[in-house]
């Protein structure tokens, strides 16, 4: 299990969130299409699958189908709240283009703290008069 004081790198978020992603088109996800998604190694997807394992966030038999662990599906579902809302206010709000916006929200999901995140999703159902801004 995580332990609370542990601090996943923006890498290792983005991981989770590909996971997430992933397991919402197909039942099993694999390294391939991890490596596929995020644009990187096979080698660099079974290093980060290794310590997500190690923290309890994932289930994996050696090079099998990978599955995200309850405590690893509410993280990555952060992640992703974090991602949208961020991104909707950049596209929604400052008119962004929604490339730039993707780009943006991408490393600044990894950054923001949860009182600011909490309070910026008030905002924005407040302001948008919606339920769609990833709260």
């Known amino acids: 299990m995580m332990k609370p004081e542990t601090h996943l790198t923006p890498a290792n978020e983005d991981y989770l969130e590909a996971i997430l992603a992933l ?12 490596a596929s998604h995020l644009n990187v190694s096979r080698a660099s997807v079974n290093k980060a699958m290794n310590i997500l394992r190690t923290l309890g966030l994932i289930d994996q038999e050696p090079y099998g189908l990978i599955h995200l662990t309850s405590e690893g599906r509410l993280h990555a579902k952060d992640v992703l709240q974090r991602h949208q809302m961020i991104k909707r206010f950049l596209s929604d709000i400052l008119d962004i283009s929604a490339e730039t916006a993707e780009k943006d929200a991408c490393r600044m999901e990894h950054v923001i703290s949860p009182e600011t995140r909490k309070k910026w999703i008030a905002w924005l159902r407040d302001v948008l008069n919606d339920h769609q801004s990833g709260g």
């Open 23 to 34: 397991s919402e088109q197909h039942d099993a996800v694999r390294s391939v299409d991890i």
